[in-house]
């Protein structure tokens, strides 16, 4: 009779240049640990190792986010299941001490014992392009937005002869001259020096301003093709749907239900009730850039939307404050995206019934 293979759990610990894997038993007992370049020999080298130690359940990867990125798809693409393991908690780290085999070691029995449940973004399809493509765009507005206030602060100190020309411009049109200049002389010399600095600034600034426009055609085109129905949502527009797409991941089904949606987004409320008094507080958690869309949607629907304008009068008229009333606002386009991105069948959300 031949011997069934035994059940075994996996975790990995990822870094820059190796990730360190471990190998416990259904009792979460120690099997063995080794180490592992990061190198497509050394994902598949890990893999071998693994299922060595008899049937492989379930993988535990730290940071499947970063580091753990590839090793995750290279895992789910052998037929294995993968869940994304949180930084151990502190009191934990300082009982048991810290280093890549304690690391590996207690993904594995975080996975064993069941605590980690949570399903990776599957980093492989229209969001993850939306998601490089939307960082790009950001880092773009940010190095835009130095450059004009580097060209406010140079004029604060510029010589006054070059100043005096300038009062009174708006952006647009400071950058236009500034890009014309055609500065001359010695550039010990601080007006020339200002003049030669305030052109490369200037056109610094309208490159980037290509820059994102060339972002935002793309972002609009590949949001549309991903999701056409998320697009169609009042509010939602391709920068939106780019934030929105790539905190969901390419596997939405990874969410159970718009309760879990609205608990990544951190729009679903914390309750902090005590004895008579029953209350929910401000979600603090939850992916932040994903908040920050729900809220720019919430802005655009408070400004054009009359149902939502109705439903602000008549919040406000039972004594909320705005930021309250925004709160509810959140929550109730979370439910009508997760709609959007999964196609559920969730019931809309009738903004003159809700309390």
Same mark, same amino acid.
């Given at each position: 009779?031949?011997?069934?293979?035994?059940?075994?759990?996996?975790?990995?610990?990822?870094?820059?240049?190796?990730?360190?894997?471990?190998?416990?038993?259904?009792?979460?007992?120690?099997?063995?640990?080794?180490?592992?370049?990061?190198?497509?020999?050394?994902?598949?080298?890990?893999?071998?190792?693994?299922?060595?130690?008899?049937?492989?359940?379930?993988?535990?990867?730290?940071?499947?986010?970063?580091?753990?990125?590839? !090793? =995750?798809?290279?895992? *789910? %693409? #052998?037929?294995? +299941?993968?869940?994304?393991?949180? &930084?151990?908690?502190?009191?934990?780290?300082?009982?048991?001490?810290?280093?890549?085999?304690?690391?590996?070691?207690?993904?594995?029995?975080?996975?064993?014992?069941?605590?980690?449940?949570?399903?990776?973004?599957?980093?492989?399809?229209?969001?993850?392009?939306?998601?490089?493509?939307?960082?790009?765009?950001?880092?773009?507005?940010?190095?835009?937005?130095?450059?004009?206030?580097?060209?406010?602060?140079?004029?604060?100190?510029?010589?006054?002869?070059?100043?005096?020309?300038?009062?009174?411009?708006?952006?647009?049109?400071?950058?236009?001259?500034?890009?014309?200049?055609?500065?001359?002389?010695? !550039? =010990?010399?601080?007006? *020339? %020096? #200002?003049?030669? +600095?305030?052109?490369?600034?200037? &056109?610094?600034?309208?490159?980037?301003?290509?820059?994102?426009?060339?972002?935002?055609?793309?972002?609009?085109?590949?949001?549309?093709?991903?999701?056409?129905?998320?697009?169609?949502?009042?509010?939602?527009?391709?920068?939106?749907?780019?934030?929105?797409?790539?905190?969901?991941?390419?596997?939405?089904?990874?969410?159970?239900?718009?309760?879990?949606?609205?608990?990544?987004?951190?729009?679903?409320?914390?309750?902090?009730?005590?004895?008579?008094?029953?209350?929910?507080?401000?979600?603090?958690?939850?992916?932040?850039?994903?908040?920050?869309?729900?809220?720019?949607?919430?802005?655009?629907?408070?400004?054009?939307?009359?149902?939502?304008?109705?439903?602000?009068?008549?919040?406000?008229?039972?004594?909320?404050?705005?930021?309250?009333?925004?709160?509810?606002?959140?929550?109730?386009?979370?439910?009508?995206?997760?709609?959007?991105?999964?196609?559920?069948?969730?019931?809309?959300?009738?903004?003159?019934?809700?309390?």
């Amino acid at each position: 009779m031949t011997d069934q293979p035994r059940d075994v759990f996996g975790g990995v610990d990822t870094h820059t240049d190796t990730h360190h894997a471990a190998v416990v038993d259904a009792l979460g007992r120690h099997l063995a640990d080794a180490q592992f370049p990061t190198t497509s020999e050394g994902y598949h080298a890990l893999l071998t190792w693994l299922r060595s130690h008899g049937n492989v359940c379930a993988v535990g990867v730290e940071g499947t986010g970063s580091y753990g990125t590839q !090793l =995750a798809r290279v895992l *789910a %693409a #052998a037929g294995l +299941t993968v869940f994304d393991i949180n &930084r151990p908690d502190r009191r934990i780290r300082h009982r048991q001490g810290k280093s890549d085999p304690i690391d590996a070691y207690a993904a594995a029995q975080a996975v064993a014992a069941g605590r980690a449940d949570i399903v990776p973004k599957a980093h492989d399809g229209a969001a993850e392009s939306l998601r490089v493509l939307h960082n790009a765009r950001t880092s773009a507005v940010k190095a835009r937005t130095q450059a004009i206030n580097q060209i406010r602060s140079l004029l604060v100190t510029a010589p006054d002869t070059l100043r005096a020309q300038l009062r009174g411009l708006a952006a647009a049109d400071l950058i236009a001259t500034f890009s014309r200049l055609r500065p001359s002389g010695d !550039l =010990a010399t601080p007006a *020339a %020096a #200002a003049k030669f +600095t305030l052109r490369r600034l200037a &056109r610094r600034y309208q490159e980037l301003g290509r820059e994102i426009e060339d972002y935002d055609s793309e972002l609009t085109s590949l949001a549309t093709q991903a999701a056409p129905e998320l697009v169609s949502v009042n509010g939602v527009g391709p920068e939106t749907a780019a934030r929105l797409l790539a905190a969901v991941g390419d596997n939405p089904e990874r969410l159970r239900s718009e309760a879990a949606f609205a608990h990544l987004c951190g729009v679903a409320p914390i309750p902090a009730s005590s004895g008579r008094r029953d209350r929910h507080r401000l979600n603090r958690g939850g992916n932040r850039s994903a908040n920050a869309a729900l809220y720019r949607i919430v802005v655009v629907r408070m400004r054009h939307d009359q149902r939502t304008r109705d439903y602000i009068a008549r919040r406000t008229a039972q004594g909320l404050q705005k930021k309250d009333i925004i709160r509810c606002l959140k929550r109730y386009v979370a439910r009508e995206v997760f709609r959007a991105l999964t196609c559920a069948d969730t019931p809309r959300i009738d903004l003159a019934q809700a309390a």
